[in-house]
Structures are given as structure tokens and as C-alpha cells.
């Protein structure tokens, strides 16, 4: 499987960016599980949102809910990350992750493909 993030950028606290992750190269990629993860400097990887692969659960970060959405188009193999009233301690690299098993989960460990990385850098 591989995951092509993009729509990173800078912005000015309390704007918005949308974050895309096309996955391709596996059949079925549409109950694979999709979840966002994101890394600042000096800092480990935690997680952001994912979206489960049957049903469409989300879950959140606490530090995100109210502030980010996830959604996914199954036609396109497409997952999005609506980032609004973005703050400085958003700023990080965010990486998308899949997996094949259907229900969302927040550790990383549980995730067996990876994007590239996407920067996004919140700053006035």
C-alpha cells in the first residue's frame, strides 16, 4: 500500500488547511482503516484522527476534537483532514496511516503503512 499525503502549507493562526492522503496499490483499500499522526521537533509522533474502515468511526485527540475533521471518499481512496482554527502547536509534520483491519485505533504501532509526510507550519 502506498499513501501520498499533500495539501501541507503555512498559515496564520486561526486559519485552515485541508490535508489529503490518496492510498493505492492494494485491493480493498475502502475497509482499511485511514488515520492521521503528526511529529514536531523534538517531539515523538502521537496521534490526530483516524477513521475507521466499516462504518466510519472517528476519533480524535482531545487537543484537536471541535477543531479537525476526518472524512475519506471510498470511490477515490481519499482521506482528508479539515484543520480549522489551526494553532502554533499544531505545527508539525503530519503523516497518514493505514491499516487492514476495519476498526480505528490511536497507536501507531497498530498502523503497517505510512505516508511521507506532510509540513504544516502555523505562524504569524
Known amino acids: 500500500v502506498q499513501l501520498q499525503a499533500s495539501g501541507g502549507g503555512l498559515v496564520q493562526p486561526g486559519g485552515s488547511l485541508r490535508l489529503s492522503c490518496a492510498a493505492s496499490?492494494?485491493?480493498?483499500?475502502?475497509?482499511?482503516?485511514l488515520a492521521w499522526f503528526r511529529q514536531a521537533p523534538g517531539k515523538e509522533r502521537g496521534f490526530v484522527s483516524g477513521?475507521?474502515?466499516?462504518?466510519?468511526?472517528?476519533i480524535y485527540a482531545d487537543s484537536v476534537r471541535g477543531r479537525f475533521t476526518i472524512s475519506r471518499d471510498n470511490a477515490k481512496n481519499i482521506v482528508y483532514l479539515q484543520m480549522d482554527g489551526l494553532k502554533p502547536e499544531d505545527t508539525a509534520l503530519y503523516y497518514c496511516?493505514?491499516?487492514?483491519?476495519?476498526?480505528?485505533?490511536?497507536?501507531?504501532?497498530?498502523?503497517?503503512?505510512w505516508g511521507q509526510g506532510t509540513q504544516v507550519t502555523v505562524s504569524s
Open positions: 477513521i475507521a474502515g466499516i462504518g466510519g468511526t472517528t
Open positions: 496511516a493505514a491499516k487492514s483491519v476495519w476498526y480505528v485505533t490511536n497507536m501507531s504501532r497498530d498502523y503497517n503503512y
Open positions: 496499490g492494494a485491493a480493498g483499500l475502502n475497509t482499511y482503516t
